[in-house]
């Protein structure tokens, strides 16, 4: 019997709207969060936007300074995909264009052990196509959340023709677990 997956980090891969919120939403129900962006300066930009956002919900009254600044310090700012590899499933969330998400796939299975979930954002492309990219199509997946992530319980979760089971079965608890886990 395979042993169940323990989901502590997650890298997200893309920092704008959706991964932006996808970030927050992780880190305030208690999950590290490694976010990627190819420059500094758009990385900088998509920490200081989840600020904004925490700071906007600060102003409702709707969260605390403390956990604001506990969501913050669970995000971590990396600047390459190499720095996944220590992840427990890794979510790319980057523009909706086929080859540059087959490169980020091809790459993130260079460097993220085999047993790592990639899963994508992508909620119109072929995850067999971005699977293709990969030597480990069993382990890639879709996770299509909906816009606003931190407001909409609803994600959809897509096959590949190669998703394995236990891909999805995991996956599917992954998305369980962090609907009923509470903001910290």
């Not at 019997?1 to 927050?24: A, C, D, R, Y």
């Not at 403390?66 to 996944?84: C, D, G, M, N, Q």
């Not at 990219?133 to 959340?145: A, W």
């Not at 606003?148 to 959809?156: A, F, G, I």
Request: a negative charge.
């Amino acid at each position: 019997m395979e042993q169940n997956h323990v989901f502590q980090k997650i890298g997200v891969v893309g920092g704008g709207t959706m991964g932006q919120g996808i970030s927050q939403m992780l880190a305030a129900k208690g999950l590290d969060v490694l976010l990627v962006e190819h420059t500094t300066q758009k990385l900088d930009h998509a920490y200081d936007m989840i600020e904004t956002n925490l700071d906007k919900q600060l102003e409702k009254w709707a969260i605390t300074k403390a956990e604001k600044k506990l969501i913050l310090s669970r995000i971590t700012k990396v600047a390459h995909l190499a720095e996944l590899g220590t992840c427990d499933m890794v979510i790319e969330t980057i523009s909706e264009d086929l080859d540059a998400k087959k490169a980020v796939f091809s790459q993130l299975d260079q460097v993220c052990p085999s047993n790592v979930i990639l899963a994508s954002n992508t909620s119109t492309l072929s995850l067999t196509e971005l699977a293709s990219s990969t030597k480990y199509p069993e382990r890639v997946i879709g996770m299509h959340f909906i816009h606003p992530v931190s407001r909409v319980d609803l994600v959809e979760i897509i096959r590949g023709l190669k998703t394995s089971d236990t891909t999805f079965e995991e996956t599917r608890r992954f998305v369980e677990e962090v609907a009923d886990k509470k903001e910290s």
